[in-house]
């Protein structure tokens, strides 16, 4: 035991020094604890935010229970989708992996303490989860002396059954990186299933409240078929059934036993096949080699870096991810929401502006540009050395974020013209205030990171998420965003919506060809100092 | 080809180079030694243009690197100590990138890739991803791209380091072939037989400072470039060992040890 519990606790470190975003051991692990007390903050948030409003809606007709078969659901879902991302880069791509193989440690006690380290992750997920909801069940419920011993103990099963699940997911992401172009095909998976997950249940939770409102025993019935053991953590929390408590410890632990000793068994092999896969020779055929011109390459090769790169392409996609999700719903409805056309008329402008507007805004977090020269870490040296003046490389980095916004522009822009029954100056505004948005966003993203360059960070994390170029960058687009807005408004009554945010469409596009020259410019300058 | 004169580079209050001055001819492969922090890193990556210097001039087969930049790089080809690539991409992808930013035509760019990875045996990994290669398959990788753009002036910074037995011969053979189509090649390097067996002139750096350079035999005389360099390590004024006083390379190439 003692063991398995200094491997886990080493594990453990490792994994939270994974995620961790400072440059030293010691503030990585301090920050990856801040980063998951963040995480367990949100959750605690979410849970609390449904569970309350649930049991609130659900205790006038003695529903209150169903809280507790809900919200783990829930938990498990956010416990696997975050534990699967820990499980695929820590379990089975550890670069300890070699080290502790080559001690004289079990293969099942390795398995276990790299299970039980992703365990802990998804424990403290569970517990944020499960404790809220059973805090709300409380205020319209009587919750008996082992409530709360049976909820805890309910929380630490779940989070066996999630881990388990965590591990097999793992494993197939872990597989799919190997192969050729792996890593794209993981990013544009996860970002599918991502959209998927959020569309689906903003589609689906209107017709659940509904049939939570007006028939919960189907739900209730519903639960108790298909999804047995969210039953018995209410049955074992709230009527303390021995049995329900025991059937929720072999559905969670015995899966949990098998997916440890399976991984203990073949995790030699797991491993070895995961480096075999890495080193497996791949045939080219050079004569599909193509040609293109410098320019196109070097935008092909930050295209190659955002799908590359799943921390980059996850979070500066998901504003495109929207928008095209809202372009296919606009499409299929065929019209805005009822409170899109209120709004407008209200304020003056057509719901095609306010379209326009919101694509605006989605836009500002598509800005590639923002961590693209830190992300060229000490790579920088293979452009610096190349026959290339500064402004075609900076330039081609603008012309990929460009390119990107327009993929999400275009097709939201024609869905909004159609839904909103845009006159031409309206449908031409669709697209070009977006892109006068999102063309100078860009260039200040590139600034930006002209000025806060960090080409030494540990990991693209830090750069992506962290970067004073990149925070600054967003909030500076919502900023530009809301002046717009403001600018447009004022001059709506007197000039007419769309030429008032004409004119603010002309001014952004002259403030983009400012931003341009100093680029040209000043920043060619500054791009000769890095490094 | 390479020409650097009175070069002088400043991190903060530490001067990396100071005053140098070194000229490289075309057909001679020329070596750069010198302790770590001496200075080598430094002056190879002015010339290569990455890097910016406080004063100085430096130009690359007649065009300045400062003023003229794109036409220096050109015709050059630098490779660093520890090439980090581009991970995201496979191997053949990186050949391609480089390839199309040197404007390689398609004719010979599938006949030049396939003779250069097929000699450094990674043909039968360019369709895997670079985040999979070892160091060494890296430091072929970007001796390959180095290659293939058949530069006028190559620049390697420890170009041997982690490189097997045959791809360092074959590599020798290629810097050979280079200077002897008369283009130039400047390495550094701390395997000192090497450069005392391949090199056609010797420049040994020490504090930032040009100390002694010239042709390998003038500077090794009858002792070892072992010898020459510990015992120029040890004087403090840096004094030339006998046989060979401190002056800029000769032009035109040097006659060779053989590799």
């Known amino acids: 035991m003692t063991l398995l519990w200094t491997l886990t606790r080493v594990q453990l470190r490792g994994l939270l020094t994974s995620i961790g975003a400072r440059n030293t051991r010691k503030s ?85 303490a790299k299970l039980a380290a992703v365990g802990i992750e998804n424990l403290l997920l569970m517990a944020c989860m499960l404790l809220p909801a059973g805090l ?145 020779a791949v045939r080219v055929d050079l004569d599909a080699l193509r040609t293109r011109s410098p320019f196109a390459a070097l935008v092909r090769r930050e295209a190659k870096r955002f799908f590359g790169t799943s921390i980059y392409f996850l979070n500066t996609g998901i504003g495109l991810a929207f928008l095209l999700v809202g372009a296919g719903y606009l499409l299929v409805v065929r019209s805005l929401p009822n409170e899109w056309w209120t709004v407008a008329s209200v304020i003056a402008v057509t719901p095609a502006t306010l379209a326009a507007l919101a694509a605006s805004g989605m836009l500002t977090t598509v800005t590639t540009t923002a961590p ?91 750069i992506v998420k962290q970067s004073a170029a990149v925070v600054v960058t967003l909030f500076s687009g919502m900023a530009l965003v809301l002046l717009a807005a403001v600018a447009g408004l004022a001059m709506a009554r007197p000039l007419g919506a769309s030429a008032a945010f004409g004119l603010v469409t002309g001014v952004l596009a002259l403030l983009a060809l400012g931003g341009w020259t100093l680029i040209r410019t000043w920043g060619v300058r500054r791009f000769a100092t890095l490094l | 080809m390479l020409t650097i004169t009175h070069l002088t580079k400043h991190y903060g209050d530490k001067t990396a180079v100071a005053d140098l001055s070194l000229t490289v001819p075309p057909g001679a492969i020329t070596g750069f030694i010198g302790r770590n922090g001496a200075g080598k890193t430094t002056t190879l990556r002015s010339a290569a243009g990455i890097l910016d210097f406080d004063a100085g001039v430096i130009t690359i087969d007649g065009h300045d690197v400062r003023t003229d930049p794109v036409s220096a790089k050109r015709v050059t080809a630098f490779l660093p100590d520890n090439p980090d690539l581009y991970e995201f991409m496979s191997g053949l992808d990186y050949l391609s990138f480089i390839a199309d930013i040197y404007g390689i035509p398609a004719t010979s760019r599938r006949s030049l890739i396939e003779r250069y990875a097929t000699a450094y045996g990674i043909d039968g990994d360019l369709g895997s991803s670079v985040g999979s290669y070892s160091h060494g398959m890296k430091q072929k990788l970007a001796l390959v791209s180095a290659l293939i753009r058949t530069p006028r002036l190559l620049m390697l910074d420890e170009p041997f380091v982690g490189l097997d037995p045959v791809a360092a011969h074959r590599l020798k053979g290629d810097l050979r072939s280079l200077c002897d189509a008369g283009g130039a090649v400047l390495f550094s390097t701390h395997i000192l037989e090497v450069a005392q067996a391949l090199c056609d002139n010797i420049a040994i750096i020490s504090a930032g400072r040009l100390v002694v350079s010239g042709p390998t035999s003038s500077v090794v005389g009858d002792s070892s470039l072992e010898k020459v360099f510990l015992d120029l390590q040890g004087d403090s004024a840096g004094a030339a060992p006998p046989g060979a006083t401190p002056q800029p390379a000769q032009e035109g190439p040097q006659p060779g040890a053989s590799a």
């Open chain 1, 136 to 280: 709300a069940y409380s205020m319209h419920g009587v919750t008996p002396g082992w409530f709360w011993p049976v909820l805890i103990l309910d929380a630490v099963l779940l989070a066996l059954l999630a881990t388990a699940a965590s591990v097999l997911f793992g494993l197939g992401i872990s597989v799919i990186r190997n192969l050729r172009q792996g890593t794209t095909i993981v990013n544009v998976a996860g970002m599918v299933l991502l959209l998927a997950l959020v569309g689906g249940s903003a589609v689906a939770q209107v017709p659940l409240m509904e049939r939570l409102t007006s028939n919960p025993g189907s739900v209730r019935a519903g639960v108790r078929t298909w999804l047995a053991p969210l039953a018995w953590v209410r049955d074992g929390a709230i009527d303390g059934s021995p049995g329900a408590i025991a059937l929720l410890g072999l559905a969670t632990v015995v899966p949990f036993a098998a997916v440890a000793w399976l991984v203990g068994r073949a995790f030699v092999a797991l491993v070895s096949g995961a480096s075999a896969r890495r080193g497996t």
């Open chain 1, 28 to 112: 990585k692990v301090r920050s990856a604890w801040l980063i998951l007390a963040l995480f367990g903050a949100l959750a605690v948030y979410i849970s609390s935010v449904y569970s309350f409003a649930l049991a609130a809606m659900l205790a006038p007709t003695g529903n209150a229970d169903l809280v507790l078969m809900l919200m783990p659901a829930l938990g498990l879902i956010f416990a696997v989708l975050m534990g699967s991302q820990a499980a695929g880069m820590f379990v089975f791509a550890g670069r300890d992996n070699d080290l502790l193989l080559a001690l004289p440690i079990s293969r099942l006690t390795l398995a276990l």
């Open chain 1, 372 to 462: 693209s020269i830190s992300l060229e870490g000490q790579r920088l040296w293979i452009v610096k050395s190349a026959p290339l003046a500064t402004s075609t490389i900076l330039g081609a980095k603008l012309a990929f974020n460009v390119l990107l916004m327009a993929v999400g522009i275009v097709p939201f822009a024609i869905a909004a013209a159609i839904a909103t029954r845009a006159g031409i100056a309206d449908a031409l505004l669709l697209v070009a205030l977006p892109l006068a948005v999102g063309v100078l966003v860009a260039e200040l993203g590139l600034i930006y990171n002209l000025v806060w360059t960090n080409l030494n960070a540990a990991n693209d994390t830090i």
